[in-house]
């Protein structure tokens, strides 16, 4: 087997950031023991990319943010967000006809408003996701950072869920009333800062599938750099296995 080292400063080590030009590919990394060869881009098959996002997401997140392809077009990716709150959208007016004192009109629009959140959240998201990437020395651009929102969009959809029944229980005057059963003492202030709480911890598997998407991309090695010839397509799949 021929020696073979990687050609450019750009190529960093994936766990710590270490600079990998010269090194040999069957090495590990000076820093932090990494094997070399798992810093391919080889390694990053683009599954994204071919608009397969499948229960992977779901299932093992990291293996899947793992393989996913950090250049080209972001246009699967915004498609798989826009699906997610489409089907947001469908759901609350669904949900919403269920009710005795539904509204086609008023459904359309709190649903319409509901959408426009999520999407404007989502790009807050990704303001974040940058910020806090260039105060970290991580190498997450703002395509990069928008690809990872949106794939994580999937969590939207359990806190829009939690979300949903939390305000209809409250607008039914539910809250207020279990609340003074419970405590004896609750005000109208007291639930509406029940819901900035519920709505909080609903948003925590959006989030944390946005911390596990930076965390394996945070250095990622883009695949039109040069990959090590000795790595082939069966080690690339062993290795993102792992």
């Known amino acids: 087997m021929n020696a073979i080292r990687y050609p450019s400063d750009d190529t960093l080590c994936e766990d710590c950031g270490y600079a990998l030009k010269g090194l040999l590919a069957e090495g590990d990394c000076p820093e932090c023991g990494k094997r070399i060869a798992e810093s391919s881009p080889g390694l990053r098959l683009g599954l994204g990319d071919r608009?397969?996002?499948?229960?992977g997401l779901v299932r093992r997140p990291g293996a899947y943010f793992r393989a996913m392809r950090v250049d080209g077009s972001n246009g699967p990716a915004r498609w798989f967000m826009l699906k997610i709150i489409l089907m947001i959208g469908l759901f609350w007016l669904l949900w919403g006809s269920t009710r005795g004192d539904w509204s086609l009109g008023?459904?359309?629009?709190?649903?319409?408003?509901?959408?426009?959140?999520?999407?404007?959240?989502?790009?807050?998201?990704?303001?974040?996701?940058?910020?806090?990437?260039?105060?970290?020395?991580w190498r997450v651009p703002f395509g990069l950072a928008e690809r990872l929102v949106c794939y994580a969009s999937i969590g939207w959809i359990p806190a829009v869920i939690v979300m949903g029944i939390a305000v209809d229980r409250y607008v039914a005057g539910d809250i207020d009333r279990w609340m003074r059963q419970l405590l004896g003492v609750w005000g109208t202030w007291q639930s509406?800062?029940?819901?900035?709480?519920?709505?909080?911890?609903?948003?925590?598997?959006?989030?944390?599938?946005?911390?596990i998407g930076v965390r394996q991309t945070k250095y990622a090695n883009f695949h039109g750099e040069a990959v090590p010839s000795e790595i082939d397509a069966e080690e690339s799949a062993s290795a993102v296995e792992t």
């Open 106 to 137: 008023t459904d359309l629009f709190t649903g319409g408003v509901v959408m426009g959140s999520l999407y404007l959240l989502s790009y807050v998201e990704v303001l974040g996701v940058v910020f806090f990437s260039r105060r970290r020395g």
């Open 192 to 211: 509406i800062e029940l819901l900035v709480l519920v709505g909080t911890v609903a948003m925590l598997w959006f989030e944390l599938l946005v911390w």
């Open 51 to 55: 608009d397969r996002v499948d229960l």
